[in-house]
Every structure is written in structure tokens, then in C-alpha cells.
């Protein structure tokens, strides 16, 4: 059964920092390419990062320069460091795993990250 448990999610003031990770369990995690999604309300979901088995990434472009994403093969995690954030940053995030071959694809349920005074 293949699991993606996100956690680290909550409540920031504009400026501040918040840290995500997505534990994996059930796949082969070095032969999927990670990201993170975030929906807000009302929007479609839209990519915020993704990384490489090897570490290549890639970065949506509201995000660019102020996240950083991260994984650790062996542990099967990945981690979304989000800095400077904005209340427009305020959604859903998603972990997603996707086969490098595109034979199957995997999302977390999604936590809430809300950035307001």
C-alpha cells in the first residue's frame, strides 16, 4: 500500500518561515521524481516544486528564490523549506510521487499552510 504522509503545516505570519516533509512508503522512492502542489480555494492546483531522484529541480514561478526543496533517498522523505512567505502563499500542499516512466503517480491528502497576521 503506498502511502505519501505530509506534515509541518499550520499557521505563519507574513515573512516567516515554515518547513514541510512527505514520508513515502510502499514505492520504490529512487525511481520517482517528488514534488509539491498546493490548491487554494477557488484555484486550480498549481506545481511548487520538483525534485529529481538525483536532486535536479525544478520551482513554479511565484515561488522561485524563496522555497527550496530536498530529499533523502534512503529515508524515502522530502522536504519543502518555504521562506518569506506571503499570504498568497496560503493553500493546500500536496506531496506527489511520479514514476520516472510515468507507470504510476501518488498524492498525499494535502496539508494546510495559512500565512496571515
Request: aromatic share 10%.
Amino acid at each position: 500500500q503506498v502511502q505519501l504522509v505530509e506534515s509541518g503545516g499550520g499557521l505563519v505570519q507574513p515573512g516567516g518561515s515554515l518547513r514541510l516533509s512527505c514520508a513515502a512508503s510502499g514505492i520504490i522512492f529512487r525511481f520517482y521524481n517528488m514534488g509539491w502542489y498546493r490548491q487554494a480555494p477557488g484555484k486550480q492546483r498549481e506545481l511548487v516544486a520538483r525534485i529529481t531522484p538525483g536532486g535536479s529541480t525544478n520551482f513554479g514561478d511565484s515561488v522561485k528564490g524563496r522555497f527550496t526543496i530536498s530529499r533523502d533517498n534512503p529515508k524515502n522523505t522530502m522536504t519543502l523549506q518555504m521562506n518569506s512567505l506571503e499570504p498568497e502563499d496560503t493553500a493546500v500542499y500536496y506531496c506527489n510521487a511520479r514514476h520516472l516512466y510515468g507507470r504510476s503517480e501518488y498524492w498525499g491528502q494535502g496539508t494546510q499552510v495559512t500565512v496571515s497576521s
